[in-house]
């Protein structure tokens, strides 16, 4: 070997191990508490904000982990991707169990129940009719549909069309319903991202996927102050917090008719569609939070109520005894705010009464009381 080889091998190795060292020192740098990781995903952002002590190299394998969990929620429940596992399933032939992923029949069983106990007013066979009122990839013109056209879609609708085996890991289609999980996948994401940080034994953080958020441990782990979470003001406007309250190892879901619309003569057309009329809801409800351990049963809840309405909702959340809040329009074009018993029981009375949250008092047992006098 000539002494130019030979030198030019030294120089090679040289600049390797100072590569190495650089990378390794980069990836052991210690970071600066918050780590917060940021981005657009599904048509919405997500925010995770971690506190546990971490370096370079550990914050990127932690995102990378829980954007692979989004991906693989988008790839089993995206209505915008056709290779997506819900959009196979939504054109599988009628009557036969079709085999599917854990999470998806996860996802499925949850829509079922809360289906059956809000009586259909969540319905995720509402499919046709969030692509007739432009909500949904049919990429369609903002525009009020003609009453054949809603009546059409409104006779494709039925959540008991769709069978879930949970023992079997299977489900069907019993009539052509087009599954649609916009109202609960955010959430079921939320979770996941939540249950990949515990699994990579991450213990303070806050995910925020496009409103719903999900918390671990503390937003200062030393001083054990707690994340908090804004609930916005219901107006189209920027964002602004009517309320902020503690989050505690809990989730929260929030529904409301002020971000996704479309106006046409000065009315205003939401996202939620009331599976009973086949139209946008309509409702003096202007927005509801669900606390929930788990965010996919918060969102789809949250929907739930946003469909009923206030005086139903709370009637709803009252069997269910859901911890929710409902911000409710008044006739001034402000707003109420009712905690549900289990809400006000949670947060408990003075954080409430400081808060100006009214407890909702239930009129049939006004009633009662009354009659019993
Ligand atoms: P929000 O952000 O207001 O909570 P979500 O994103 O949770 O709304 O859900 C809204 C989406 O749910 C709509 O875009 C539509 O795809 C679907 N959807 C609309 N109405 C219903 C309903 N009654 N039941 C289930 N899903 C619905
Ligand atoms: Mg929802």
Redesign the pocket.
Known sequence: MNRYHRSSRVIGLVLLITLLLVGCSENDRPLEAPVRFEGAIFGTFYQVTVTDPLTQGEANALEEGFLEELESVDQAMSTYRDDAELMVFNETPLNEWQPLSNELIEVLAISRSVSEESSG????T?GGL?NLWS??PEARPEVVPSETELNERLATVGYDAIDVDTQAMQARRTRDVFA?L??VA?GHATDRVAAYLDQQGVEHYLVNLG?DLISRGYRDPETQESWRVGIEVPHTGPQQAQHILPLENMSV????DY??YFEEDGKRYS?????RTGRPVNNRLASVSVFHPSNAWA?AW??AL??TGSDAGMQLALEHDLNALLLIKSEEGQWQSLGTPAFINYFGDALVEELGIDAWEDPSATRQTATGE
């Open positions: 007013a969540f319905d995720i509402v969030v909500f949904g649609d916009s109202a955010k409103g879901a929030t529904s409301g971000r996704n996202h939620t569609i009331d599976p969102d949250a929907t946003t469909v």
